[in-house]
């Protein structure tokens, strides 16, 4: 199945320029863009993945990770092939770079009610755009959006924060939560590792954050690529002056054999999460967390004022001692959102 895209423009002699996201990459007649996912026929930029879906779970929201945002429930969580990102890092490399390889998109078509109906049938208060770039799939995403907006089912967007002004300003009367990677506070690593910049990530950053959109950050630390503590300092002190100290950052663990192409580097040592986690609190931030670490208590959620352990975590699983979102000691606001 393809879609025509959104926001191309047409060049002449049959050129397109796509402006789903910041590459804004030029296609040549019966080319693809750098996602794999866009192709260029005849002078007109059609969807590959158009309602074919990769992959399709009823997840825990703290998967996402989310751990403010309907602590305790699930969501379905859903992709299409696709990324315009080519991270050596990346534990889903198979499904999203699959389409710069392969002359056919794979994925069993789904309609966009067909994700409503999964939501519905499981009970599931969110739906999540995950586990690929969702930017790659807006066609199929903001369709399935407004159903669910229409059904009042909560929609969460998982992403590289790398699409473009007109992409975020479509999905943002849609989206209730966004976790976004600020993979590195170095460009030179964004250029090297992603195949992009960090400047658009940090637009977007603040963007989000000024439409009141619930915001999270995740870092994956990747032991001597990203792992200073100038770098983290920086990654920490942006976020508590550009999107506000009750934004929560997940650091996580690197994991070599899940990795696409960074196998030769080591997993990250425990003592350099937990590194950073000082960091993050050294900086002001309220909210920092550990992934990839289970049963750490740096999983936990603390209360900002008293230090009282609000919300247990291990794995997946937690326990809410809190009190309808505000601390059971001191009754502190613990910016949760409970629905």
Not at 89 to 113: R, T
Request: hydrophobic share 35%.
């Amino acid at each position: 199945m393809i879609k025509e895209a959104l926001f191309y423009e047409k060049l002449g002699n049959e050129l397109v320029r796509c402006n789903i996201c910041r590459h804004c990459c030029v296609i040549g007649k019966n080319r693809r863009g750098i996602c794999g996912a866009k192709i260029n026929k005849d002078g007109i930029l059609y969807s590959l993945n158009y309602g074919r879906v990769i992959s399709c779970n009823i997840d825990p929201i703290e998967k996402k990770p989310l751990f403010h945002f309907l602590p305790g429930t699930t969501t379905v969580s859903f992709a299409s092939a696709g990324c315009n990102f080519i991270c050596q890092n990346c534990q889903n490399w198979e499904i999203s770079q699959s389409p710069k390889s392969e002359k056919n998109i794979p994925g069993k078509i789904l309609p966009p009610e067909k994700i409503i109906e999964v939501a519905l049938e499981n009970n599931a208060p969110s739906i999540s755009y995950t586990y690929t770039e969702p930017t790659v799939f807006i066609e199929y995403a903001l369709d399935v959006m407004r159903l669910a907006k229409n059904q009042a089912i909560k929609n969460v967007w998982v992403s590289n924060g790398y699409l473009s002004e007109k992409s975020l300003k479509a999905i943002s009367p849609f989206i209730d939560a966004a976790n976004i990677d600020l993979k590195s506070f170095d460009d030179n690593f964004y250029r090297k590792y992603c195949g992009a910049l960090i400047r658009p990530v940090l637009d977007n950053l603040v963007e989000i954050k000024n439409k009141k959109i619930w915001l999270e950050i995740t870092t994956l630390i990747i032991p001597s690529l990203n792992d200073s503590e100038k770098i983290l300092r920086q990654t920490a002190k942006f976020i508590r002056s550009n999107l506000g100290p009750e934004t929560p950052w997940h650091i996580s663990r690197f994991n070599k054999e899940i990795s696409w192409k960074l196998k030769n580097i080591p997993d990250t040592p425990i003592e350099t999460v937990k590194k950073a986690w000082e960091i993050g609190k050294e900086e002001g931030l309220k909210y920092v967390y550990s992934g990839n670490m289970p049963g750490h208590p740096t999983e936990d959620t603390y209360c900002p004022n008293c230090n009282a352990r609000t919300i247990e975590r291990t794995g997946y699983n937690i326990k809410r001692y809190d009190n309808n979102g505000r601390c059971q000691n001191c009754k502190k606001n613990l910016d949760l959102i409970l629905n």
